[in-house]
């Protein structure tokens, strides 16, 4: 059974900050990356449970989007009876690790 993927307040604003930092309305290349990152968490609506946990929460995943040095960390959680996947935080790999509280 495939699973909601739903977009948390948090992603959201992640998204649009990614959307604006990488000024996808005027680059081809950045259009392409933005709307790569995007298929790649909603792949999630299938094999949730594929990802590894984040070091930081065991009870979380991380799904890798792109490649060195512009990797970008999807955080999520899979909400199992709900058949949910929130996606919680969008960052680039190279930040330091998040606390619990960024989620707000």
Known sequence: MAYLVKFMPRAE?????????KDVEHSDAARNWYFGLQ??????????T????TP???KLK???YGSKPHVYRI???I????????????RHGAR?????????
Do not use: W
């Open 13 to 21: 604003r992640d998204m649009v900050g990614i959307f604006l930092a």
């Open 39 to 48: 298929d790649a968490i909603f792949t999630l609506e299938e094999q949730p």
């Open 50 to 53: 594929r990802c590894p946990e």
């Open 56 to 58: 930081e929460n065991r």
């Open 62 to 64: 991380q799904l890798l």
């Open 75 to 77: 955080i999520y959680r």
């Open 79 to 90: 909400l199992e009876k709900q058949k949910i996947v929130e996606v919680l935080h969008i």
């Open 96 to 104: 330091k690790r998040f606390g619990l509280s960024e989620f707000k």
